[in-house]
């Protein structure tokens, strides 16, 4: 995969990326109870919402997004959080590379905000992102439900279905 190039995503892109989240929670359905799917996942107006909290970075192949995942810093954590790769893409290191890259950036601000892990949420029946966070070295949280209520403010039915996994910054 070595022609991913990284950036930090800004308004402009907020089309593209709308349609990469919307395209890959898709497979959401695959586990998720009806009334429990967000179709679509995420609107450009929530998009606009959640880039005042974090920053967005995209993976870009031939100068196409195929993957988007955004870093939220909340007290002592970074959180990697909406992490989606366009379907055709998955599971040739993009997730991983974009993970890595998010990484880099919260270790090197780790003393300057006092951060001390790096957390990431899913849904507890997610198999692909729960593999993908194994590959990656993060360990399951002891009490997600304690991490979820401290690090992140979601809905409650999503806080019900999820678990959280982390590792030191
Ligand atoms: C979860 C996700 C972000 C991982 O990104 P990725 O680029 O596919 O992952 P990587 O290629 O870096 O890592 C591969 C690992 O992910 C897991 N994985 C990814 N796609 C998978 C699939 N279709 N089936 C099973 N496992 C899968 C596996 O553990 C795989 O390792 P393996 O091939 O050695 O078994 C991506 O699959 C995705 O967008 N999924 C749909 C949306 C989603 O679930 N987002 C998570 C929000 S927290």
């Given amino acids: 995969m070595v022609q991913l190039a990284i950036r930090q995503l800004a308004a402009v892109d907020r089309g593209a990326v709308v349609d990469v989240i919307n ?16 179709d679509p996942e995420m609107t450009v107006a929530e998009w606009d919402a959640e880039a005042r909290r974090m920053t967005w970075y995209g993976g870009f192949l031939d100068g196409v997004l195929v993957g988007v995942m955004g870093l939220e810093y909340a007290r002592d954590a970074a959180l990697l959080r909406h992490a989606y790769i366009l379907p055709d ?6 997730g991983l590379r974009l993970a890595e890259h998010l990484e880099d950036v919260a270790r090197r601000e780790r003393a300057a905000r006092g951060l001390r892990r790096l957390v990431v949420g899913t849904y507890a029946r997610d198999y ?29 039915d999503r806080a019900c279905a999820s678990v959280t996994y982390e590792k030191p910054v």
């Fill in 23 to 38: 395209t890959a929670a898709r497979w959401y359905g695959e586990f998720l109870p009806a009334q429990d799917l967000h």
């Fill in 89 to 94: 893409y998955q599971r040739h290191g993009i």
């Fill in 128 to 156: 692909k992102a729960r593999g993908a966070l194994e590959n990656a070295g993060y360990r399951l949280s002891a009490d997600s439900a304690a991490v979820l209520r401290d690090y992140y403010a979601i809905p409650e």
